[in-house]
């Protein structure tokens, strides 16, 4: 799938997520709830984690959008392990986990910095980034695995899962398909959170 799509996916699927668990705090489209900077600020780094997780596994092509940004990095992963290997698999996910932790542990040095106590306190007791970060890395797993290539969940082993399993019921990436998937998705999220099934 394309940065774009993922993005759009992750940060959709981030409101289904939070509809359930409340990571990020309470509603917003609650009128009961007290919007607070604290609250924000929360909800911020929420929405900010599933979207860089959603776009984590694709850092190992240079040309995706956070290949882009981190250019060489990127370039050494791509060229050492190449595209849709192991950041694409449960061992890939191990590793994002680990580097979820490291940004967590950056993120509420920062707030705390800032004088941001009380979100700081927030992500530190609930692992907000934690579980956004890995939440975005399994959700663009699951869209990659609905395109023609599929993905090695098992890496090093070579074999590539998708679903459907036969790969000619799954899209190409980029093809109009991903962009209907995508687009019907967040069609489907914003309608129920506008009859209050979800929340944000
Ligand atoms: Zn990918």
């Not at 950056?106 to 934690?130: T, Y």
């Not at 090093?156 to 019921?169: H, L, M, N, S, V």
């Amino acid at each position: 799938m394309e940065g774009r799509s993922h993005l759009l996916v992750g940060l959709t699927a981030g409101v289904v997520l939070d509809s359930f668990v409340h990571l990020s705090g309470p509603p917003l489209t609650d009128p009961s709830t007290k919007v607070t900077l604290a609250l924000l600020t929360s909800k911020a780094v929420y929405y900010f984690s599933v979207g860089f997780g959603a776009l984590l596994p694709d850092i190992d092509n240079a040309r995706s959008t956070l290949g882009q940004k981190f250019g060489f990095i990127s370039e050494q992963i791509q060229h050492i392990a190449g595209h849709r290997t192991i950041l694409h698999s449960f061992l890939g996910l191990i590793l994002g986990s680990v580097l979820a932790l490291g940004l967590e542990r950056l993120i509420i040095f920062l707030l705390d910095m800032r004088n941001m106590q009380l979100p700081a306190s927030l992500v530190e007791g609930s692992h907000l980034v934690f579980f956004a970060v890995l939440f975005g890395c399994v959700m663009h797993i699951a869209a990659d695995a609905l395109t023609q290539g599929g993905v090695p969940l098992l890496w090093p082993k070579k074999t590539r899962y998708g679903f459907p399993p036969d790969a000619d019921w799954r899209f190409r990436t980029g093809s109009w398909p991903e962009h209907v998937i995508v687009w019907a998705f967040m069609i489907l999220v914003t309608v129920a959170v506008w009859q209050q099934y979800l929340v944000i």
